[in-house]
């Protein structure tokens, strides 16, 4: 068994409603960083969606849903008979999704914590929960109630990110603010080195597939606003944020860019 590990306001569901996660903006600007700059052929959204074994006719819970960017991105490809239910802790991400997807009515709305899902046991065929779990105060009571709820044969899709994920980012931050940034990476508390040890002893089989990708940002504003969304630079006083920026500002002027590897991934379990 994995030993959960709190992490600061990584794992606060208080927070993660009311400020972090209260409406899209912060995630969307976390999101863009590596859509507009990713060099991979094809971006997450598209991965996420090849890996997942969907082909229609299923009952698929989103948890963690986000105001629904995946489903957004990938509209166009959905199987037309499927069944999905968006939910999230955070309410104002539930009626964010519901705004954009309201008039398609393959999708539902719920308000949900996902400790305690109320839907029957054995009532979906998937469940996505994607970039959230490392997110649940207890990781391994959330992974029993995806068991519950999936139908025989049913699969869970879990995707977070690997170890070195954003490193030279990190490292970056690490050297010009050592005292204000904590490099605790939340998500840590559940990644694709030890999603074996939640999975496994639940599930029949659980298969890894990374993501490695390379971000070369090009634009100050846009690695600025990725940083400011994050729960750990919201402590750092903003004569220090500005620092922070001309020294990126000044890193993009003479090298084109700024570079950072990520590692992502998708753990498919049935």
Known sequence: MVEDVTLSQIDDQTYLKNQQYRRADRLNARTSLHVRFG???????RFLLDTIPMRGG??????GC?????????????PRNIHILLADLSAGMVGDARAALVDDERFAFLAADAQSIP????????I?????????????????????ILRPGGWLCTATNGAGHMKELHDFIGMHL??????????????????????????????IHPF??????TETDALMEYLRSTWMMEAVPEEKMQKLENEIEGIIRSEGGFFISTLGGVVLSR
């Open 119 to 126: 839907l029957k046991s054995g009532s979906m065929d998937g």
């Open 39 to 45: 060099k991979q052929d094809r971006n997450w959204f």
């Open 66 to 78: 986000g105001a629904g960017r995946f489903w957004l991105e990938n509209w166009a490809l959905l």
């Open 58 to 63: 299923e009952a698929v819970l989103d948890i």
């Open 128 to 148: 996505l929960a994607n970039h959230m779990l490392y997110h649940v105060p207890d990781i391994h009571l959330a992974v029993r109630e995806f068991r519950r």
């Open 212 to 217: 490695p990708n390379q971000l070369w940002v």
């Open 178 to 207: 050592p005292d204000s940034y904590p490099l605790a990476k939340g998500s840590e508390r559940f990644t694709l080195e030890n999603a074996l040890g939640y999975l496994s002893p639940i599930f029949e089989t659980v298969e």
